[in-house]
């Protein structure tokens, strides 16, 4: 069976989300790693790797927002068309 568009959204917008969270979860251990690091060059490093990583999550759960919003839109005018044929 073909999945359909609305299926194959939502989906997209859960393995998004999904992703971006972990990526959250990885920053968070990173930066409790680096508690009474000293600061050197190593330190410098996961710093700029943290930065990275929380670009990647808040893209992935912007995008999941995007997509969700949209979901909720189209959503909307299906119950809007059946709510008009009363």
């Known amino acids: 069976m073909i999945e359909s568009e609305f299926s194959h959204q939502a989906k997209q917008a859960v393995a998004f989300s999904k992703e971006g969270l972990n990526h959250l979860v990885e920053v968070h251990e990173l930066q409790l790693a680096l508690l009474g690091q000293k ?3 190593e330190y410098a490093k996961i710093v700029k ?23 909720m839109k189209k959503q909307h005018e299906a119950i809007q068309k059946l709510i008009d044929t009363i």
């Open 49 to 71: 790797e943290i930065v990275e990583r929380e670009k990647l999550a808040v893209g992935l759960i912007q995008q999941a927002t995007l997509i969700q919003r949209d979901l």
């Open 39 to 41: 600061k050197d060059e």
